[in-house]
T-cell receptor, first 109, second 113 residues
Framework: DAKTTQPNSMESNEEEPVHLPCNHS???????IHWYRQLPSQGPEYVIH???SNVNNRMASLAIAEDRKSSTLILHRATLRDAAVYYC??????????FGKGTRLHILP | DAGVIQSPRHEVTEMGQEVTLRCKPI?????LFWYRQTMMRGLELLIY????????DSGMPEDRFSAKMPNASFSTLKIQPSEPRDSAVYFC???????????FGPGTRLTVT
């Protein structure tokens, strides 16, 4: 399975934008980039996914590099409720997704 | 929609006992996944089903673990016999093949003493 690399942890101030980076230099042409997050004591929650173009939804934006070897999850205005572990995952042709260690995001009030 | 339903939410059992975890996926979803989460190993995919058929069970730790999906609305994960190292939170997730977004249940926290 293709691997992703994320920082172990990040901090951000409340009400400011957050940019969570992810490197995936071994991505194949058919791999989708998925982001999930896990709030404390809950199951993971789907955030967003994309293939080549940047994507926006009500939760976040996903910016994908032109060579697809990296991507950035953008939370436009972080709140305390966004404190979670964020996972960047590559999904191939099947339904399987493999979680790495993710980035633990701390939001400072 | 009620989301993915898992039961029990908490299970405490003694080593050697049989444990059965249950999952009801979201109606209309045709893929179902079982995960295990521990501090040491993080989130691990154990097995997944598509249209009630097991597709990949390479993550199942050993023969003590088995999973079934007798119909589209129910799945079980059984551990027999259980061991202390099986203590973890077990998550069930479901998805539609057409969208691939997985929806996770609240998890079952298993403690084996």
């Amino acid at each position: 399975d293709a691997k992703t690399t994320q920082p172990n942890s990040m901090e951000s101030n409340e009400e400011e934008p957050v940019h969570l980076p992810c490197n995936h230099s071994t991505i194949s042409g058919t791999d989708y980039i998925h982001w999930y997050r896990q709030l404390p004591s809950q199951g993971p929650e789907y955030v967003i996914h994309g293939l080549t173009s940047n994507v926006n939804n009500r939760m976040a934006s996903l910016a994908i590099a032109e060579d697809r070897k990296s991507s950035t999850l953008i939370l436009h205005r972080a709140t305390l409720r966004d404190a979670a572990v964020y996972y960047c995952i590559l999904r191939g042709r099947d339904d399987k997704i493999i979680f790495g260690k993710g980035t633990r995001l701390h939001i400072l009030p | 929609d009620a989301g993915v339903i898992q039961s029990p939410r908490h299970e405490v059992t003694e080593m050697g006992q049989e444990v059965t975890l249950r999952c009801k996926p979201i109606s209309g979803h045709n893929s179902l996944f079982w995960y295990r989460q521990t501090m040491m190993r993080g989130l691990e995919l154990l097995i997944y089903f598509n249209n009630n058929v097991p597709i990949d069970d390479s993550g199942m730790p050993e023969d003590r673990f088995s999973a079934k999906m007798p119909n589209a609305s129910f799945s079980t994960l059984k551990i027999q016999p259980s061991e202390p190292r099986d203590s973890a939170v077990y998550f069930c997730a479901s998805s539609k093949t057409s969208t691939y977004e997985q929806y996770f249940g609240p998890g079952t926290r298993l403690t084996v003493t």
